[in-house]
């Protein structure tokens, strides 16, 4: 502090503090941001982080039937098509409040925001890989592209609420250099726009060929006499008696083909790692194939 500082009156200190709060054209600098609306912003947030832990930690692992061996994960990654199955858009709309409240919550500068909703989905992924190790079979698999999601809708919510306290601060754009990470951002976010868009010729469904090729891995055997093994698409063939099939990797939940055996009917269909609850009886015991992500199960009739 300097000598002219000190030797200034209260009052010509309080309005130097106030020049420095307000830009050329008078506008407030200070995050347009009331007492009550940040109350409410946090108790929203607090009421936010329990369905968080919710959405992405139940049903927890005692409370389902154990599927396959150790850990699953990801690494590969998946162009972001936002349009697709509900599964991505659930990963989306998962952190769009992340984003929408954070910045009213927490006075933090734009990059440390970003990091922030890229440490809470990273942070998810790793507790579930760890829980499944833990536990011995595949809770629940650790993806790449659940993170990319997850960053996505955390970045569109920053950005919605970026956007509305610029419009009711009336202020100018920051510096370039603070506009850095949300260039970023926004490239991130337009990169997913973009691979969403159906450009071109649709490309045609890959079909599965796991049938008509060697396992890939090892065979995985079901009861009633039935077995399963993965091809190098990524599908499964299902054989049982003189019955076989071919499912592609993204097959939906539910049955896929039935067999007379000696002691009954079996029916034998496979399941998505998402979305085991939908279709499937309880009790009916899932089965990981080796090649694949892609659960095989199979119930007497």
Do not use: K
């Amino acid at each position: 502090m300097t000598q002219q500082h000190l030797d200034e009156r209260p009052d010509q200190q309080a309005e130097r503090h106030a020049d420095r709060r307000t830009g050329q054209d008078g506008t407030d600098r200070r995050p347009y941001r009331t007492p009550r609306l940040r109350l409410v912003a946090t108790v929203l947030f607090a009421v936010y982080l329990v369905i968080l832990a919710a959405a992405a930690f139940l049903p927890l692992p005692f409370e389902q039937t154990p599927r396959g061996d150790g850990p699953r994960w990801e690494l590969t990654l998946r162009d972001p098509d936002l349009l697709g199955s509900w599964e991505v858009q659930r990963n989306v709309l998962m952190t769009l409040p992340l984003g929408v409240l954070l910045p009213l919550v927490v006075r933090w500068r734009y990059e440390a925001l970003v990091l922030t909703c890229v440490a809470v989905t990273v942070t998810i992924e790793t507790v579930q890989l760890a829980v499944s190790a833990s536990v011995g079979w595949a809770w629940r698999a650790f993806d790449v592209n659940d993170i990319l999601l997850n960053t996505i809708g955390g970045v569109l919510g920053l950005t919605a609420t970026g956007l509305a306290l610029l419009v009711a601060r009336r202020a100018s754009l920051p510096s370039p250099r603070r506009l850095l990470p949300a260039a970023g951002a926004a490239a991130l976010v337009a990169w997913a726009v973009v691979a969403t868009l159906p450009l071109g010729e649709p490309p045609l469904p890959t079909p599965a060929y796991a049938c008509d090729e060697a396992p890939v891995g090892a065979v995985t055997t079901l009861p009633g006499g039935a077995s399963a093994y993965a091809g190098t698409d990524g599908s499964v063939c299902v054989l049982a008696g003189d019955a076989a099939t071919a499912l592609p990797p993204d097959v939906s939940t539910g049955p896929a083909l039935t067999s007379e055996q000696p002691d009954g009917t079996w029916e034998i269909g496979a399941a998505q790692p998402h979305d085991v609850e939908r279709g499937l009886e309880t009790g009916v015991e899932l089965h990981a194939v080796d090649g694949t992500h892609v659960l095989v199960w199979a119930a007497q009739r």
